[in-house]
């Protein structure tokens, strides 16, 4: 079964450009997750998908970051525009039931 | 609100055994999981705990108590691969939300 899959791997830029992440999830899981994590620091809940619904984007700074899952599937992160303090990886998961998958991560280098 | 705690380093000695605690805070428990991240990959599920007890897996086991909002994580004859960190993560009823620990990093040392 193919995994989770992230693109960009890796990606740097400078402040106040604009950056987006691409996840596609293991076929059939309903659930899409976005975390942040920071270097030393647990992975932070962005923003949960239900299907192509949002269950939770409590923590996801509404005024420069965005997410979507058209048709249940695939979903894009934007963060717009990008401060320093953004620098981290950027992790997808997916699930059906309760265990997470991860993909492989953005690492994001905002100079 | 939700809070996790583990402590931020352990170190362990070949052969060996250790015991990663978490404590945690949540209002609506809906399930433990701990998840093993090597530096610079994503983390890989370990364990699953919703009932109160124990859960072997190979070398690896995880308790939990609800009532005290404890749970640990216990590694068996160590190897040096597992120098890892090791998160504790929580899940609550209403949306599902997983909310993760800091992790603790293990030193695996000869």
């Known amino acids: 079964e193919a995994g989770v899959a992230q693109s960009p791997r890796y990606k740097i830029i400078e402040k106040r450009q604009s950056v987006a992440f691409w996840c596609n999830p293991i076929s059939g899981h309903a659930t899409l997750y976005w975390y942040q994590q920071i270097l030393g620091q647990g992975p932070k809940l962005l923003i949960q998908?239900?299907?192509?619904?949002?269950?939770?984007d409590s923590q996801l700074p509404k005024d420069r970051f965005s997410a979507e899952r058209l048709k249940g599937v695939d979903s894009t992160l934007k963060i717009q525009p990008a401060k320093l303090e953004d620098s981290a990886v950027y992790l997808c998961a997916s699930s059906s039931f309760d265990e997470q998958f991860f993909g492989p991560g953005t690492r994001l280098t905002v100079l | 609100g939700q809070n996790i705690d583990q402590p931020t380093e352990m170190t362990a000695t070949e052969g060996a055994i250790v015991q990663i605690n978490c404590t945690y805070q949540t209002s609506g428990f809906n399930g433990l999981f701990w998840y093993q991240q090597h530096a610079g990959e994503a983390p890989t599920f370990l364990s699953y705990n919703v009932l109160d007890g124990l859960e072997e897996k190979g070398r690896f086991s995880s308790f939990l108590s609800r009532s005290k909002g404890y749970s640990y994580l216990l590694l068996k004859e160590l190897q040096m691969k597992d120098s890892a960190s090791y998160l504790c993560?929580?899940?609550?009823?209403?949306?599902?939300?997983?909310?993760f620990g800091a992790g603790t990093r293990l030193f695996v040392k000869a």
């Open positions: 998908f239900q299907n192509n619904g949002v269950v939770d």
């Open positions: 993560a929580v899940r609550s009823t209403g949306g599902f939300k997983t909310i």
